[in-house]
């Protein structure tokens, strides 16, 4: 047969399989269902989704009653539908001191306390770098305060700060000291935008002992704390934290799955995500409405997952799939942070996570994908919203981070590729400023018509990459592609 002739009939036959499965999702798709939950889940009632509130309980029940009620399957090891998780909520201290010298550093203003309990005394000082595990090796710790720069050298993003935060305490506790201080001198990321934040209670994983050490920020920009322990004119600081209550609370990661079909791509998994939670009630806007309903951040998307599951029940591919809904994102990315530290399902068998956060969107013809252009199944997604009648674009505001700033970063680091597929935007502009984190993040004013697009639209991408016989692949050079090769190994 001619060549052309023969490829011709491939490309009729492709756009023939690709109209019947766009069908199907056409046809089993529930319009007035999915609005249905999309309008429960940003309502009043859940008071804003807020992990540390008790309607936070409304969110998951509702999800999981809905996982079981499609035929999703609990994943074994959880319970039921739930990932319990061991949260702590700390509150700032009544006091919160530090004397380094002749300079005092107060709660709120150059500190910031964020966990640990009460404490006050002298202490002999030991400047440790990064308080990287190399840092502490050899070092005499017991009885005194460890100090660090925050972060690590390579990792300065929000959500590796907390977290290499969490495994310095962890190291210190374990080597005796009494407390662990940052210096906090990254200049692109304004003090004054952290202390407002952070000098409120703050939600944590609850890590035991060394949650108890206490774990101090101090604003040290131009390094001169730095600089004054390396010339030996800071031995010892002063430290008084008094009034300090921490709260345990327990989170949940709401989770199901679903067998491939396919003998051997069943054993692999596709990861579909999306935090359900946001950021409760807080200052009211000039209407007086003070909950945060969160419709855009993260109700829809926690509604596209829910409808993934709906679809792949009845419609299962050939690789198995994750459905995973994260709590405390809002948080500091801590429910997806805890999975990919204690997986249900082991990591190297999960070959990609298709996750979705938003801020919100200001065009409605196009899916904008953090992380377009470093992944190979990038043609796939666009091939899934293009049947949609949508366009898929890469990020257009990368100098605001959002790659690492929401929760596939987590699996990102791990090796496993990871895009955040979110709502359409071209800018971070006035547009979505007018909504991100604030109470009129509303359903009534969101284009309905373009949420339907959107959830169908990811449930095709699914399809595409759970029936793909390649595996998805991290493109050459991308930062992570070394990580991919720890995890999975040369491919």
Request: aromatic fraction near 10%; hydrophobic fraction near 35%; charged fraction near 25%.
């Amino acid at each position: 047969m001619n060549k052309k002739i023969l490829s011709l009939a491939l490309l009729v036959s492709l756009s023939g399989l690709a109209t019947a499965q766009q069908e199907t999702i056409e046809k089993r798709f529930k319009d007035k269902e999915a609005i249905g939950h999309f309008t429960y889940l940003a309502s009043d009632e859940l008071m804003g989704r807020d992990p540390a509130r008790p309607e936070m309980a409304l969110a998951y029940d509702y999800i999981a009653k809905y996982l079981k009620k499609y035929k999703a399957q609990p994943i074994p090891g959880s319970d039921g539908y739930f990932q319990n998780i061991p949260f702590r909520l700390s509150q700032p201290p009544k006091t919160g001191e530090l004397m380094i010298g002749d300079s005092k550093f107060t709660q709120g203003e150059e500190l910031l306390v964020l966990d640990g309990e009460a404490a006050t005394g002298s202490y002999e000082v030991v400047d440790l770098g990064f308080g990287l595990e190399e840092d502490f090796a050899g070092k005499d710790v017991k009885g005194k305060v460890v100090i660090t720069n925050v972060g690590a050298p390579d990792q300065m993003s929000p959500a590796a700060l907390f977290a290499l935060g969490r495994s310095k305490t962890a190291r210190a506790q374990e080597a005796g000291a009494v407390a662990l201080v940052e210096r906090f001198n990254i200049p692109s990321i304004p003090w004054q935008l952290v202390a407002n934040y952070l000098n409120r209670p703050t939600m944590g994983i609850d890590q035991g002992e060394s949650s108890n050490l206490p774990y101090l920020w101090v604003k040290d920009v131009e390094n001169t704390l730095s600089k004054g322990i390396s010339e030996g004119k800071v031995k010892n600081i002063q430290l008084n934290v008094e009034g300090k209550v921490n709260t345990k609370i327990e989170g949940k990661n709401v989770m199901a799955w679903i067998e491939g079909t396919d003998p051997e791509l069943k054993d692999e998994y596709l990861l579909l995500s999306a935090h359900y939670d946001h950021v409760g009630v807080g200052t009211p806007d000039a209407e007086g409405d003070s909950i945060y309903n969160g419709a855009r951040d993260n109700a829809v998307g926690t509604v596209a997952v829910m409808n993934a599951a709906k679809y792949f029940a009845k419609n299962p591919p050939k690789r198995s799939i994750i459905l995973a809904l994260w709590t405390a994102e809002e948080k500091g990315l801590l429910g997806s942070a805890y999975f990919a530290e204690n997986p249900l399902i082991p990591l190297d068998q999960i070959i990609y996570n298709l996750n979705i956060d938003n801020g919100g969107y200001n065009d409605t013809e196009v899916i904008t994908v953090i992380g377009l252009g470093r992944t190979s199944s990038d043609p796939l997604i666009s091939q899934a919203v293009t049947e949609f009648g949508l366009e898929a674009i890469a990020d257009p505001s990368p100098e605001q981070g959002l790659y690492d700033r929401s929760d596939n970063v987590n699996f990102a680091r791990k090796g496993i590729p990871a895009p955040t597929f979110s709502l359409g935007f071209r800018a971070f502009d006035d547009e979505i400023n007018k909504y991100y984190h604030k109470p009129g993040d509303q359903v009534d004013n969101f284009d309905l018509d373009y949420a339907v697009k959107y959830w169908k639209s990811y449930i095709r991408a699914a399809e595409l990459i759970a029936n793909d016989p390649s595996k998805p692949k991290w493109v050459a050079g991308d930062k992570y592609e070394q990580a991919s090769k720890e995890l999975y190994g040369d491919q």
